[in-house]
């Protein structure tokens, strides 16, 4: 399998993803995943993937602790190290606006 990842940014904002999975020589799938920030830097406020809205939760610092769907059920938690590392990450996290700002562009 064969998964090409590809962003849009909007500034410091990644506000669109792509994701093109081959499975052996097979026909390409493609992914779209659209993010919407708020005015600060790395706020973001909610992700549409596969028809589906998620929005995001985040503490007094800013880190990102919850994704809610549209009926406000959380569907993803996360909870930081002192260091901002996430101990256990989903298998397959909604959430990966963070870790993209850090390693690409």
Known sequence: MTKVFTYVY???D???ETIDTTVNNGAPTTETIRYV????VDEPLSLE??????????D???SVTELT???????????YTAYGLTP???????????????SSK
Do not use: F, K, W
């Open 14 to 16: 990644v506000v669109l």
């Open 49 to 58: 993937r596969n028809g589906q809205t998620y929005y995001y939760h985040a």
């Open 60 to 62: 007094g610092l800013g």
């Open 10 to 12: 909007d500034n410091e």
């Open 88 to 102: 256990v990450m989903p298998s397959t996290p909604l959430y990966r606006c963070c870790h993209l700002s850090m």
């Open 69 to 79: 769907d549209s009926q406000q059920t959380v569907v993803e938690s996360y909870r």
């Open 37 to 40: 920030h708020g005015p600060g």
